[in-house]
C-alpha cells in the first residue's frame, strides 16, 4: 500500500514508497499527459468542416489522455528511488527498485477546452477514467465554429490549449499520528440553519464544539502540508452529515484514524498538457467539407486496457457492428490498436455498436460483456476482473495490539447467472495483515458480495459484525467496534510541588463488560489519550478518578467523576491560591541539638490532610519552605487555619523535647528550643 508522505514531490511527478516493500514504489504524476499511440503519434482528432461553403460551420475534438511517465521521467523517479534505499534488495526481492501502480479505487477526469462563444458548462467535458495501468481518459467534445478557429490555430502553433484534471483516489497509509473527527448529532441538528447560512460553517460548528477535526498526535517531523491536508480529509468524511449539503446525523459520530489506518486517500493531477508535435501529429487535424464524400468516411481506433498480466483473461474480443457490416478485434495485450475505416450511411448516422466478448485462460468458457454504443473515433474497451471475484482485505486500521486476530468469512451468489453460493473463510492476523481472496466464476460479477467479520481480541473477547454487503475490490477491515470513545487527557499545570498524575478510567462497553486503564501524566508527558470500543447498545459514559502525586511522596485521591462521550478533560485542581511557608532554624543551637524535625499539615474538611516534613541538622540548610497548592474545591480549609506544625528537637545528650501541634498563618515559623 501506498505510503504517505511523498518521498520527492517534482512539478511533473512525486513519488511515494510503498508501507510493506522496501523495492515498490510509486510514481504519480502532477500533471495528465496526452496519450501516445505505438507510433508515438498523439491519440487526438481536431476536425473542423464547412457545408460547401468557405464558412467554417464548427468542429470536432477528440483526445485521450493519461498519467504515464515519459522514459526519462521513468528514469527520474527509478533513480529518486535508488537514492532512498531502493538500492538495498531484500532476500528474495527483484534486483533494484520496481515502480508500482497504485491501488485506484475511483475518479473522475475533465477536459477544459477553449471555446469562447460556448457556455461556461459546454467548455468543461468530465469523464470516469479507466483505473487499471496509466488511468487513460476518453474525451469528445463538439466546438462552435469560434472554438475551433481558436483549437486549430493554438494547437498547431505549438502553444499548450488543452487543460486536463483527474481527481483520484487510492488506497494509502498514513504518518503515525492520531486525529479524531466528531459531530454531535444533537448540537448539530440545532444548529443546522444558523451554521448552514455561514460563509464558514465549520468554524461555528467548531466553535459550539458540535463537530470538528482534531490533531491529537503527529510527528514530530511530520510534513505540515500533509497534516493540514489531512484535516481536510477529516471534513470531507464529516461533509455527508454536516451543513449546507449534508444531512445532519441520527446519532453522535466519532472516528479516530491513526497512523495504522489505510484511507481512500485523493490524489489530484491538473494542468496544461503539452501540445501536440506538428512533426509526429500533423495527422491528427483533419479539415473537412461536408459534400466531399471523404467526410463519409470514419475511422475507428480500438484499444483494450483489460490485465493481461494476472493470467486470468487469455484474449478479449471486440464484436463491431454497423448496420449489416460486422468487424471483429482480438486482444491478447495492451499495447494493440485496431484502427479501421468505414462508410458512414446517413440512415444510421455514426453510432456503432460494440460488444466485448472475454475469452478465460485454460478454459473454454467464454463472457459476453454488456453492448457498447458510442460514435467516438477512440474506443477504450475497459474491462475489469471480469468473470473472477478478486477481493484485496486489509487490516490497516486494526490495532493488533488488542486484536489477536480476524476469520473474514466471503459468500457470493448470482442465480441468474449460473452462479451457486460459493463461501469461504480467511484468516488475518499480525503476521498476515491483508490477503486476497480469488475466485474463477466465469460470469459477470456485478452482484455485492456478502462479508462477515469475527474478531478474537487479545483479552479474550469476542466481537462478531454479521454478514454485509460490499461492492468494490478493497475491503478495508473496520476496528471490531463501530464507535469509539476517545478521551484526551491534560496536565493544567505542575505548581505546588505536583510531580504526576495517574487517572483512572472505566467505561461500559454495552455487553455488560467494563473496559479498565490507568494513565499516568507527568511533566514532558502532559497529554494522553485513552480510547476504548463500543457496541451499539452502549450509552458512551464513563468515569474517572485523578491521583496526584507530589515531589514529597505524599499523595491525594480524589472522587469518582462521570463523563460522557469522546472530549478532552483536565486533569488537576484549579488553583486558588497557593499556601508557602518557610521554616527557619537560624535560632537552633546545634552544639546542643543533633537533629530537628518538623511537621506541617494543611487540615481538610474531609479526606487526608497533605503533610510535610522538614529535616535540619549540622552541616544542613537552616531554611525550608512547602509549597502547596489550593483549589476552590473545599480541600483549602478556609474555615480552619492555613496550616499545623509541630517539631521535635533530639539532643545530644539523647533526650528530646517536642512542640505541640500549633496552628498557624504566619508564612514564616521559626524554630526555638523548649525550655
Given amino acids: 500500500m ?48 464547412r457545408s460547401g461553403t468557405d464558412q467554417l460551420n464548427g468542429g470536432i475534438i477528440e483526445v485521450q489522455t493519461d498519467l504515464a511517465l515519459r522514459p526519462e521521467e521513468r528514469e527520474e523517479a527509478l533513480a529518486a528511488a535508488r537514492a532512498h534505499g531502493g538500492d538495498t534488495a531484500t532476500v528474495g526481492a527483484a534486483d533494484g527498485p520496481q515502480l508500482a501502480t497504485p491501488l485506484w479505487l475511483d475518479g473522475t477526469a475533465s477536459l477544459r477546452l477553449l471555446d469562447p462563444a460556448a457556455k461556461a458548462e459546454g467548455r468543461t467535458v468530465q469523464v470516469q477514467p479507466s483505473l487499471s495501468g496509466a488511468t487513460p481518459a476518453v474525451f469528445q467534445a463538439a ?14 502553433s505549438g502553444k499548450p490549449s488543452l487543460q486536463a484534471a483527474y481527481r483520484l483516489h487510492a488506497m494509502a497509509r498514513i504518518p503515525d499520528a492520531t486525529v479524531h473527527t466528531y459531530a454531535r448529532s444533537a448540537d448539530v441538528t440545532a444548529q443546522w440553519a444558523q451554521a448552514g447560512a455561514l460563509p464558514d460553517p465549520r468554524a461555528a460548528l467548531v466553535q459550539s464544539s458540535a ?23 477529516g471534513w470531507e468524511f464529516l461533509a455527508p452529515w454536516l451543513p449546507p449539503n449534508g444531512t445532519p446525523p441520527t446519532s453522535d459520530i466519532d472516528a479516530v484514524f491513526t497512523g495504522a489506518a489505510g484511507l481512500p486517500w485523493p490524489f489530484d493531477a491538473a494542468g496544461s498538457m503539452d501540445p501536440p508535435d506538428l512533426t509526429r501529429d500533423e495527422g491528427c487535424f483533419l479539415a473537412l467539407d461536408l459534400s466531399d464524400p471523404i467526410f463519409q468516411q470514419r475511422r475507428t481506433d480500438v484499444r483494450c486496457n483489460a490485465d493481461f498480466a494476472a493470467g486470468t483473461i487469455a484474449a478479449v474480443t471486440a464484436k463491431i457492428s454497423y448496420g449489416d457490416k460486422r468487424h471483429d478485434s482480438v486482444f491478447t495485450d495492451n499495447d494493440t490498436v485496431d484502427r479501421f475505416t468505414w462508410t458512414v450511411d446517413p440512415a444510421l448516422g455514426r453510432t456503432i455498436t460494440v460488444r466485448p466478448v472475454v475469452s478465460f485462460t485454460a478454459s473454454s468458457a467464454t463472457l459476453e460483456l454488456p453492448e457498447l454504443r458510442t460514435d467516438n473515433q477512440f474506443v477504450l474497451l475497459s474491462v475489469d476482473d471480469v468473470g473472477r471475484l478478486t477481493i484485496d482485505l486489509s487490516t490497516a486500521a486494526l490495532d493488533w495490539s488488542t486484536v489477536d486476530h480476524v476469520e473474514a468469512g466471503i459468500r457470493y451468489q448470482d442465480a441468474d447467472h ?133 515531589a514529597d511522596g505524599h499523595s491525594t485521591v480524589g472522587a469518582w467523576t462521570d463523563g460522557q462521550g469522546s472530549q478532552t478533560l483536565d486533569v488537576g485542581p484549579t488553583p486558588s491560591r497557593v499556601l508557602d511557608v518557610t521554616v527557619v532554624a537560624d535560632l537552633v543551637d546545634f552544639t546542643v541539638v543533633k537533629l530537628v524535625k518538623t511537621t506541617l499539615r494543611h487540615p481538610v474538611p474531609t479526606g487526608e490532610s497533605p503533610t510535610h516534613e522538614i529535616v535540619f ?42 512542640t505541640p501541634e500549633t496552628p498557624g498563618t504566619d508564612p514564616i515559623v521559626v524554630l526555638r528550643l523548649p525550655a
Fill in 2 to 49: 501506498l505510503r504517505l508522505p511523498a518521498l520527492v514531490a517534482g512539478p511533473n511527478w512525486s513519488l511515494y514508497a510503498d508501507d510493506q516493500l522496501d523495492q515498490a514504489f510509486y510514481a504519480i504524476p502532477t500533471v495528465p499527459r496526452l496519450a501516445r499511440g505505438p507510433d508515438g503519434a498523439a491519440v487526438l482528432t481536431l476536425i473542423k468542416y
Fill in 143 to 156: 466546438l462552435t465554429p469560434e472554438g475551433t478557429a481558436m483549437e486549430w490555430d493554438v494547437l498547431r
Fill in 211 to 233: 463537530a470538528g477535526v482534531e490533531v491529537l498526535t503527529w510527528p514530530v517531523d511530520g510534513d505540515p502540508e500533509l497534516r493540514e491536508a489531512f484535516i481536510d480529509w
Fill in 418 to 550: 449460473g452462479v451457486g453460493l460459493v463461501e469461504d473463510i480467511l484468516r488475518l492476523d499480525a503476521s498476515r495483515p491483508a490477503q486476497r481472496y480469488e475466485r474463477t466464476l466465469y460470469a459477470p460479477v456485478n452482484r455485492p458480495y456478502d462479508v462477515r467479520l469475527e474478531y478474537d481480541l487479545t483479552d479474550g473477547q469476542t466481537v462478531v459484525h454479521d454478514w454485509s454487503p460490499y461492492t468494490g475490490r478493497a475491503v478495508l477491515v473496520p476496528a471490531p467496534f463501530d464507535r469509539w470513545l476517545a478521551v484526551r487527557l491534560r496536565a493544567t499545570g505542575w505548581s505546588g510541588g505536583i510531580s504526576a498524575f495517574q487517572v483512572d478510567l472505566e467505561a461500559e462497553d454495552g455487553t455488560e463488560r467494563t473496559n479498565r486503564n490507568t494513565v499516568r501524566l507527568a511533566p514532558g508527558t502532559d497529554t494522553a489519550d485513552w480510547r476504548t470500543g463500543l457496541t451499539p447498545t452502549a450509552t458512551g459514559r464513563f468515569r474517572c478518578r485523578v491521583t496526584t502525586l507530589y
Fill in 617 to 658: 541538622a549540622p552541616g544542613r540548610a537552616t531554611s525550608a519552605s512547602w509549597q502547596l497548592t489550593l483549589s476552590d474545591d473545599g480541600s483549602a480549609g478556609a474555615d480552619g487555619p492555613e496550616y499545623t506544625v509541630t517539631t521535635t528537637f533530639y539532643l545530644q545528650d539523647g533526650e528530646h523535647r517536642t
